[in-house]
């Protein structure tokens, strides 16, 4: 005959694992929700047969992470979206630029054109476009022909023009000075602008 402490002990359990482990002289341990005064788990939790609000508050879980996770793939497509838009102008810049360069080197010119130097363009009454090294200014009055505007002829013989010459120089200067502290330029893995500010 069980006594009530064992039964204490044993609800729950399978009898035949009772049997077996009290023959072999063991002793299982006292169910408690409360060992030593203090709750390690939620009887609610442990005990319940089974909450039908559960389905309902997982399906309202599986909702908010589908729209966490769309509007996390939204906005990151968005940024994405933007540099192809951003890439794409470079693009169109690159070949506008491309195009007026090849126009450019077509141009009538009786002198050997040098890097570095600043040209100007002229058209004649004919509609023939030269280049002149003769701005307007040294002309003076007496500029025969329409003044188109002035290129410098970079050193990889691309043509920036008179109004952005100073811009371009200084991005030039830039990488000059990349590419002459090789320290700037050391492979790591987060970014080094420490040299390029002084």
């Not at 064992?6 to 023959?23: C, D, I, K, M």
């Not at 060992?35 to 309202?60: F, I, K, N, Q």
């Not at 040209?119 to 329409?146: A, M, N, V």
């Not at 008179?162 to 000059?176: F, G, H, N, P, R």
Request: glycine residues 6%; aromatic residues 8%; hydrophobic residues 35%.
């Amino acid at each position: 005959m069980e006594d009530a402490a064992t039964l204490g002990r044993t609800e729950g359990v399978p009898e035949n694992q009772v049997q077996s482990a009290t023959h072999l002289g063991g002793a299982l341990v006292e169910l408690t929700p409360n060992p030593g005064g203090m709750a390690l788990v939620s009887p609610y939790h442990t005990h319940r047969s089974g909450d039908p609000l559960d389905l309902v508050v997982l399906a309202e879980q599986v909702r908010k992470a589908n729209e966490f996770i769309r509007a996390n793939a939204t906005n990151k497509l968005t940024v994405i979206a933007e540099q192809i838009q951003h890439l794409q102008e470079q693009a169109r810049k690159v070949l506008e630029d491309g195009l007026r360069d090849a126009d450019l080197h077509h141009v009538a010119c009786n002198i050997v054109k040098k890097p570095g130097n600043i040209y100007f363009l002229y058209r004649r009454e004919s509609g023939q476009k030269y280049f002149s090294i003769i701005s307007p200014t040294e002309w003076g009055t007496g500029c025969p022909h329409d003044f188109l505007g002035a290129y410098k002829l970079q050193h990889d013989f691309s043509w920036t023009p008179y109004e952005d010459i100073e811009k371009q120089d200084a991005k030039i200067s830039l990488v000059d000075k990349l590419l002459s502290q090789p320290l700037a330029l050391s492979l790591s893995s987060e970014p080094n602008f420490q040299r390029l500010t002084h």
